[in-house]
Nanobody
């Protein structure tokens, strides 16, 4: 099994930055892709970014492209989401997810391991 634990959320002003971390444990050798999704109040969970667990391939939602950067440190089994130029509409609970069967996926059903989520609030 794989377990994921997110950290790094908080309150930030518009234009500010935050870095989220997602620590993976357990059978991390089975992970193929790590991703970040987010869910704003009253809205469905949406894809933000994904990174292949081997290699350097990444993909982003249009809404975060150019502002967010996903990365990973395999030695520490940790994925990161560096968020810059934050906007109030980025306010959401951010979830880390792992897929053990696909590559750079962007739909929720393709991920079978989820973290508990971390709150990000951007004040105007």
């Amino acid at each position: 099994q794989v377990q994921l634990v997110e950290s790094g959320g908080g309150l930030v002003q518009t234009g500010g930055s935050l870095r989220l971390s997602c620590a993976a444990s357990g059978r991390t050798g089975t992970i193929t892709t790590m991703a970040w999704f987010r869910q704003a109040p009253g809205k469905e969970r949406e894809f933000a970014a994904a990174i292949s667990w081997r290699g350097d391939s990444t993909t982003y939602a249009n809404s975060v492209k150019g502002r967010f950067t996903i990365s990973r440190n395999n030695a520490e089994n940790t994925a990161y989401l560096q968020m810059s130029s934050l906007k109030p509409e980025d306010t959401a609970v951010y979830y880390c997810a792992a897929s053990r069967s696909g590559w750079l996926l962007s739909t929720m059903s393709d991920y079978d391991v989820w973290g508990q989520g971390t709150q990000v609030t951007v004040s105007s």
